[in-house]
T-cell receptor, first 113, second 118 residues
Framework: SQKIEQNSEALNIQEGKTATLTCNYT??????LQWYRQDPGRGPVFLLL?????KEKRKERLKVTFDTTLKQSLFHITASQPADSATYLC????????????FGSGTRLQVQP | GAVVSQHPSRVICKSGTSVKIECRSL??????MFWYRQFPKQSLMLMATSNEGSKATYEQGVEKDKFLINHASLTLSTLTVTSAHPEDSSFYIC??????????????FGEGSRLTVL
């Protein structure tokens, strides 16, 4: 079956360190992969999109990599801050043309001051 | 970024009643909107795709007669939970993307609506 997997265990790191979150998928060949941030009780907020022909994408302290051979994306937050604490979701469009996204279960990040 | 507004943010209703949730795109036209449902500590599950001027497309296992979707204009989609039961209690979130010519695929989400059915 088709799956998008993220580490369901919370990731706890110290302020200033780099957080690395993983998204693995099976049985897809996505044209792009997206990352979102979700705070408790709120809708997700778009962070980054990376296309299949891109190996890496950066935005301020965020970096995303995309390995279509491994079917994996890594999401990095450098110089992490307590305000980065949230749940991070990866998402794919598995029905090309319909533009609806399928989301992973998300990984909760907790940055300790 | 684009703004999608959802209302109400919280609603409590009695079992058997119907509840309507509105989703508006405030600064762009959305020919397509998506409705998701999220249970505690779980991911978003796509319920249906709302198409302006035509019938919604429902995901497998989602009852179209229970979750009525209307997309009457390019800026408004509504989800009505009919004859709500406690198991319908959940966090409902709408989303939209811009027109195909300007979108790179990212979705803009509303703030979500927390439904509690007593």
């Amino acid at each position: 079956s088709q799956k998008i997997e993220q580490n369901s265990e919370a990731l706890n790191i110290q302020e200033g360190k780099t957080a690395t979150l993983t998204c693995n998928y099976t049985n897809y060949s996505p044209a792009y992969l997206q990352w979102y941030r979700q705070d408790p009780g709120r809708g997700p907020v778009f962070l980054l999109l990376i296309r299949e022909n891109e190996k890496e994408k950066r935005k301020e302290r965020l970096k995303v990599t995309f390995d279509t051979t491994l079917k994996q994306s890594l999401f990095h937050i450098t110089a992490s801050q307590p305000a980065d604490s949230a749940t991070y979701l990866c998402a794919l469009d598995i029905n090309t043309g319909r533009r609806a996204l399928t989301f992973g279960s998300g990984t909760r990040l907790q940055v300790q001051p | 970024g684009a703004v999608v507004s959802q209302h109400p943010s919280r609603v409590i209703c009695k079992s058997g009643t119907s509840v309507k949730i509105e989703c508006r795109s405030l600064d762009f036209q959305a020919t397509t909107m998506f409705w998701y449902r999220q249970f505690p500590k779980q991911s978003l599950m796509l319920m249906a795709t709302s198409n302006e001027g035509s019938k919604a497309t429902y995901e497998q296992g989602v009852e179209k007669d229970k979750f009525l979707i209307n997309h009457a204009s390019l800026t408004l989609s509504t989800l009505t939970v009919t004859s709500a039961h406690p198991e319908d209690s959940s966090f409902y979130i709408c989303s939209a993307n811009r027109a195909l010519t300007t979108s790179t695929g990212e979705l803009f989400f509303g703030e979500g609506s927390r439904l509690t059915v007593l």
